[in-house]
């Protein structure tokens, strides 16, 4: 017996499998809850298809005559070479993909030469405009963040240390030489709250320190 299966790929925590779910029913797709199948917090731009969990469940259970359903191909990846040898590899299998937006279809038994054809086309033409779009959005948010760096800079960089680089050091020897936090404290100036946090992590407060140029 044939099956529709759905992939949800879900890259942030705004997005969700359910979502794309209710999508695909709406879209008129009689889809099982048990025959959704999810990666979550995977990007499709770094890791293959073929190397995620839910990936390689989908990988496996596709059989001929099972329809593979996709919100748009992005969900399968956002890599170009890794898209499309997916898409053929199941085609070559019998599978049929369809998509929830634009309602596309990329039949495994195409009628014709022809068609084939352009359904390679469209396969290749979808793949590169998913690719296409995860490096724009890639270089949007570097700019955004080079910008942000520049303008607020205490939002990367953190709360800015209440201690100095010569009293993290203070506090490193004092630390190593047994005293207590409140000698310390009452040593270097620097309050016995930031003592304790310097005591229980001093690689952390030495990275703060090197983040604000200190």
């Not at 959704?36 to 499709?44: M, N, P, R």
């Not at 199941?90 to 049929?96: D, H, Y």
């Not at 100036?189 to 304790?196: A, M």
Request: glycine share 8%; no cysteine.
């Amino acid at each position: 017996m044939t099956k529709t299966f759905l992939y949800a790929r879900v890259s942030t925590s705004e997005q969700t499998s359910e979502h794309q779910l209710v999508q695909a029913r709406d879209a008129g797709f009689d889809i099982l809850d048990e025959d959704v199948i999810t990666d979550h917090g995977t990007s499709g731009v770094s890791t293959r298809l073929a190397d995620r969990e839910g990936g390689k469940e989908l990988l496996y259970k596709l059989r001929e005559g099972d329809t593979l359903v996709v919100r748009w191909l992005d969900r399968l990846g956002r890599n170009y070479r890794d898209v499309t040898d997916t898409l053929r590899e199941l085609l070559r299998r019998g599978v049929t993909i369809k998509t929830v937006i634009n309602k596309q279809t990329f039949e495994a038994h195409p009628k014709s030469a022809t068609d084939e054809a352009v359904r390679d086309a469209l396969i290749g033409f979808m793949a590169a405009q998913a690719e296409a779009q995860a490096q724009a959005t890639k270089e949007a948010q570097a700019a955004g963040i080079a910008h942000h760096k520049a303008t607020a800079p205490e939002k990367f960089k953190g709360r800015k240390p209440g201690f100095t680089r010569v009293q993290f050091d203070q506090i490193a020897a004092l630390l190593d030489a047994g005293l207590g936090h409140s000698s310390i404290a009452k040593e270097t100036g620097v309050h016995r709250n930031t003592v304790i946090r310097i005591a229980r992590d001093k690689s952390a407060a030495d990275v703060a320190l090197s983040r604000w140029g200190m």
